[in-house]
T-cell receptor, first 115, second 112 residues
Framework: DTAVSQTPKYLVTQMGNDKSIKCEQN?????MYWYKQDSKKFLKIMFS???????INETVPNRFSPKSPDKAHLNLHINSLELGDSAVYFC??????????????FGPGTRLTVL | QQQVKQSPQSLIVQKGGISIINCAYE??????FPWYQQFPGKGPALLIA?????SEKKEGRFTISFNKSAKQFSLHIMDSQPGDSATYFC???????????FGGGTRVLVKP
């Protein structure tokens, strides 16, 4: 019954490695997001996809590449991991209503630790 | 430039007391103001939201007060309970954009 799920929940890796985080939503939503929450709990949007199309890219380094194979999935691939990438990454989804804002449903998060 | 400023960073309140968290925004194009609640190890979850056409919205023990001229809004938690202990985030977005800009968060601890 999980609405927005992410895997893995924890990810520990060495600097320079490449890793991926997967996200799936079963809410039938059209829009999906990736957020980064740093060690001070500050939440910042990274990307937004609507129906597999990128609509928001918040000047994230191009080492981060989101991929949406279908509107229920939004994966995040990170190349050449750096210490500063250590954070909790949240996936979220919402309906896309023309001219309106709608509730965003967040996944449980993936805690990424880069050593 | 932080577009949504939230205060205080942390708050301790006795059970039964009132928790008050304040947020101020800069962008006058914002017209949707949600509050999210986050428990440790979990993702944020929508608590309550308001649009600028009303000055107050109440849902159970949670109330948002909105002051459009001052560009400020606040969350009041009445009769605070230990189960309310969490981090609370205010946020703002423009209609049709769905891009949420979050405040810095307030960690609330309700003591029994």
């Amino acid at each position: 019954d999980t609405a927005v799920s992410q895997t893995p929940k924890y990810l520990v890796t060495q600097m320079g490695n490449d890793k991926s985080i997967k996200c799936e939503q079963n809410l039938g939503h059209d829009t999906m997001y990736w957020y980064k929450q740093d060690s001070k709990k500050f939440l910042k949007i990274m990307f937004s996809y609507n129906n597999k199309e990128l609509i928001i890219n918040e000047t994230v380094p191009n080492r981060f590449s989101p991929k949406s194979p279908d509107k229920a999935h939004l994966n995040l691939h990170i190349n050449s991991l750096e210490l500063g990438d250590s954070a909790v990454y949240f996936c979220a989804s919402s309906r896309r209503l023309a001219g309106d804002s709608d509730t965003q449903y967040f996944g449980p998060g993936t805690r990424l630790t880069v050593l | 430039q932080q577009q949504v400023k939230q205060s205080p960073q942390s708050l301790i309140v006795q059970k039964g007391g009132i928790s008050i968290i304040n947020c101020a925004y800069e962008n006058t194009a914002f017209d949707y103001f949600p509050w999210y609640q986050q428990f440790p190890g979990k993702g944020p979850a929508l608590l309550i939201a308001i649009r600028p056409d009303v000055s107050e919205k109440k849902e159970g023990r949670f109330t948002i007060s909105f002051n459009k001229s001052a560009k400020q809004f606040s969350l009041h938690i009445m009769d605070s309970q230990p189960g309310d202990s969490a981090t609370y985030f205010c946020a703002a977005s423009k209609a049709a954009g769905n891009k949420l800009t979050f405040g810095g968060g307030t960690r609330v601890l309700v003591k029994p």
